[in-house]
């Protein structure tokens, strides 16, 4: 039976404030709006997960990689205004921590994790500001530990990092499973360290994948009392 849950932070349990991106695009003249932005959010993800890509990239450039997608796929050009607006949310980011957007679903499922007798844990490539930001947006009291990998000098898909997961929080690895969007840094870091991967496919943009995949939170839930 799962006794532990690992979870991504970005695209699982928080995504980038979209209100906040359309806003600084619109400063330097460029238009998008924020619901179109978050309709072009997995797609660009899909496109960012390629081995190649994850391999031959650290998580802060492909942070930024992303939103150039992001961009392309919601149709808006790539020019020196849309360049100077991103810039303005990279200072944002290092700040306050952009992806600030907690989805509706989010904390019921937490909850019923919880409820469930689950631990949850945090496994997320961040920038050392994952903590406070989730103390900001009301999600810390739902873990039994965050590990943002900028604390830690190493990132997913590298299995050390999940190592130190499984040590802080006390996890076995045949009882945990962790569960992100992308197939190239979670599934395939889960595996190396030994754990069970599930992907995250809010829009289902993976059918061939050859591992367990969720749409929800709420599935998730679900979905574990028969892992």
């Known amino acids: ?13 928080v995504s980038p404030n979209w209100v906040r991106v359309s806003e600084a695009l619109a400063r330097h003249g460029v238009e998008a709006g924020a619901e179109v932005l978050a309709a072009a959010d997995p797609h660009a993800r899909r496109r960012l997960d390629q081995a190649e890509v994850i391999n031959a990239t650290a998580d802060a450039g492909r942070g930024w990689l992303y939103f150039n997608l992001v961009l392309t796929a919601a149709g808006v050009p790539l020019t020196s205004a849309s360049d100077t607006a991103l810039a303005e949310l990279r200072e944002y980011h290092h700040r306050m921590n952009l992806w600030e957007l907690v989805p509706a679903g989010v904390v019921p499922a937490l909850r019923a994790l919880r409820a469930a007798g689950l631990s949850i844990v945090v496994v997320s490539n961040a920038n050392g500001t994952l903590r406070a930001m989730f103390d900001r947006v009301g999600l810390s009291e739902h873990f039994d530990c965050v590990l943002d990998s900028c604390e830690f000098g190493v990132e997913k898909p590298d299995p050390r990092f999940f190592r130190i997961a499984m040590d802080r929080s006390a996890a076995n690895p045949d009882t945990t499973v962790h569960v992100g969007d992308l197939y190239h840094v979670d599934v395939v870091g889960a595996r190396a360290a030994g754990l069970r991967g599930v992907l995250f496919d809010e829009a289902g943009l993976y059918a061939d994948v050859d591992c367990l995949s969720v749409r929800s939170l709420e599935e998730l839930v679900a979905l574990v009392p028969s892992l």
């Open 1 to 13: 039976m799962i006794e532990t849950v690992f979870l991504d932070a970005g695209g699982v349990l």
